[in-house]
C-alpha cells in the first residue's frame, strides 16, 4: 500500500498490503467496488452481516429513529429502543437471565463481563480474582480482552501488561478428557472468579469447534466449584451455529453473555452483556462502592438500539429458519464434495468441519505456520480474484455468510474452492 493518505488501517502491515478495496454499496451478500466489480461476501463483513447489506428494514427503522432522537446521555436517562431491545434479547438468551449492560463492541463487551464477575466476587467479600480461559481462544482488542485471549502475535508487543491467565486445553474432539482434567485442576485452586469460553466455535483462534456436550460438561463442572461462567458469543450468537446462541446446544447455561457482531445485522456498533439476577444483585445495594462504574459515551446509542430491533424483527419473522438450515445442509453437501480432496493420497485439505451456518477447513501446506502462512496470502488474493471474499485464518478457510446468500452466490463460494483444491492437488500453484 502506498503511504499517501490519511487512514492507517486494523490488522494490516501498511507497507507489505495491497491497496484496499474502495466499495461503494452492498446489496444482500454483494459488494460493489468502485471500479465496477462485484464481490460475495463470504465472511459477513468480520462476521457481523446476517441480513445483507444495505438491509431496507433496518435502514428504515434507523432512518425513522433519526427523526426521532439520534442519541442521548443514558445516565439519568433511557429511551425506548434501549428498554425494547433489552426485555427481548434477554428472554431470548433464557429465563435466567434478567438484566443488559450496553456498551459499543465485542471487546468491550466482554470487558464488561470481566469486571462483572470480578467485582461480583469483590462485592460479596470473596478473594476470588483469577481466570480460566481456554488456549486459543479470542476475546477482542483492548488490554482486558487480550489478557484473557491466547498470548501470540497480535499480543506480543504488551505481553509484560496483560495480567495472568490459567490456560486450559480446549476440548476439540479427541481433547475432551484432557481438558476436563485441566479444568479441574485449575478450578482446585480455589481463587478462581470465572471461567470465560467461546462457546461451540474458536473463531479468530482458526474457526475451532467443539461439541454441546464438551460446553454442557464444562460449564457445569465450573458450576460445581462456584465459579462465574462468560460466555463469549460475540460471534456465535444471533443464530451463526444454527441456535439464538450457540450456549443453547448446552443444558447448563453460563451466568454472563457477550454479544456484540450479529446484533444490529452488520448495520452498527453495538455490544451487549447480558447476566443473570444473581450477578445484578451483587451490585444492588446502599453502598455506593458496589455500583458497577463503567460506560461509554455512546452507550445505548438509540441508532444502534434501533437497528438492533429492526434486525430482531427479521430473526423471528416466519422463514428465519429456513435460510439457517438450508445454509447449513448445503454446506453438508459442499462437505461430501470435498472428500475427494480430502480422501486422496496426497491430500490438500483436512479437518472439514461445520457448525450452523459456519464451515471450515485446512488447507494441507508443507509448513504449517499458523496465521502468518504464506498459503494465506495465495489463497486470499486467488478468491478475490473470482470475486468471493474469504479471509483466511493461515490456512483455514471457513465460509461465514450473510444468512441471505443467495443459493447461486454460495455455489460460486463453493466452486472457488473447488478451483483452488483442484489445482493444489494437480501440483499447481494458485493464481
Ligand atoms: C470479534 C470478537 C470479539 C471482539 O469484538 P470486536 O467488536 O471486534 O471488539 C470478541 N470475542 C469474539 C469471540 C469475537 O469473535
Not at 455512546?298 to 441508532?303: C, S
Not at 429492526?310 to 428465519?320: E, H, T
Amino acid at each position: 500500500m502506498r503511504d499517501d493518505g490519511p487512514i492507517w488501517y486494523p490488522f494490516t502491515q501498511m507497507q507489505l498490503a495491497p491497496e484496499p478495496v474502495q466499495i461503494v454499496s452492498g446489496k444482500g451478500a454483494l459488494l460493489f467496488t468502485a471500479d465496477g466489480n462485484t464481490i460475495i461476501d463470504a465472511v459477513s463483513s468480520w462476521w457481523t452481516n446476517i441480513h445483507g447489506h444495505a438491509h431496507p428494514y433496518i435502514r428504515q427503522k434507523v432512518h425513522e429513529q433519526f427523526g426521532q432522537l439520534e442519541h442521548v446521555i443514558f445516565a439519568g436517562f433511557t429511551h425506548a429502543p434501549a428498554m425494547h431491545l433489552a426485555s427481548r434479547v434477554t428472554a431470548m438468551c433464557g429465563s435466567d437471565y434478567t438484566k443488559m449492560f450496553f456498551s459499543d463492541n465485542g471487546s468491550t463487551a466482554v470487558e464488561v463481563a470481566l469486571k462483572m464477575a470480578l467485582q461480583y466476587h469483590q462485592n460479596l467479600g470473596a478473594k476470588k480474582h483469577r481466570i480460566i480461559a481456554l488456549e486459543g481462544s479470542y476475546h477482542g482488542d483492548t488490554f482486558g480482552s487480550m489478557s484473557v485471549s491466547a498470548r501470540g502475535a497480535f499480543t506480543a508487543a504488551f505481553h509484560d501488561k496483560l495480567f495472568d491467565v490459567t490456560y486450559i486445553t480446549p476440548p476439540l474432539p479427541g481433547n475432551e478428557d484432557i481438558c476436563m482434567q485441566e479444568l479441574e485442576a485449575a478450578l482446585s485452586e480455589g481463587d478462581v472468579a470465572a471461567f470465560i469460553y467461546e462457546p461451540l466455535i474458536m473463531g479468530a483462534g482458526g474457526m475451532l469447534m467443539y461439541t454441546g456436550m464438551a460446553l454442557d460438561t464444562m460449564i457445569y463442572t465450573a458450576k460445581q466449584h462456584g465459579v462465574l461462567c462468560i460466555a463469549d458469543e460475540v460471534m456465535t450468537g444471533f443464530y451463526r451455529t444454527g441456535k439464538f446462541l450457540a450456549g443453547h446446544y448446552a443444558n447448563h447455561q453460563p451466568d454472563i453473555i457477550c454479544l456484540s457482531k450479529g446484533i444490529t445485522g452488520g448495520s452498527m456498533a453495538l455490544g451487549v452483556t447480558i447476566c443473570t439476577q444473581a450477578i445484578f444483585m451483587a451490585f444492588y445495594s446502599e453502598d455506593k462502592m458496589k455500583a458497577l462504574y463503567h460506560g461509554h459515551s455512546y452507550t445505548a446509542n438509540p441508532l444502534a438500539c434501533a437497528a438492533a430491533n429492526a434486525s430482531v424483527d427479521l430473526c423471528l419473522q416466519p422463514g428465519f429458519d429456513h435460510a439457517l438450515t438450508t445454509i447449513a445442509s448445503r454446506h453438508q453437501h459442499f462437505t461430501a464434495a470435498l472428500q475427494v480432496y480430502s480422501h486422496s493420497d496426497i491430500p490438500v485439505v483436512k479437518n472439514i468441519r461445520q457448525c450452523g451456518t459456519v464451515l471450515a477447513m485446512d488447507f494441507v501446506t508443507s509448513n504449517d505456520t499458523g496465521y502468518f502462512n504464506s498459503i494465506r496470502d495465495m489463497l486470499y488474493h486467488f478468491f478475490m480474484k473470482r470475486g468471493v471474499l474469504l479471509r483466511p485464518l493461515g490456512n483455514t478457510i471457513y465460509i461465514m455468510p450473510p444468512y441471505c446468500i443467495t443459493n447461486e452466490a454460495l455455489d460460486e463460494v463453493y466452486n472457488a474452492i473447488l478451483d483452488a483444491l483442484a489445482l493444489l492437488a494437480e501440483g499447481k500453484t494458485l493464481q
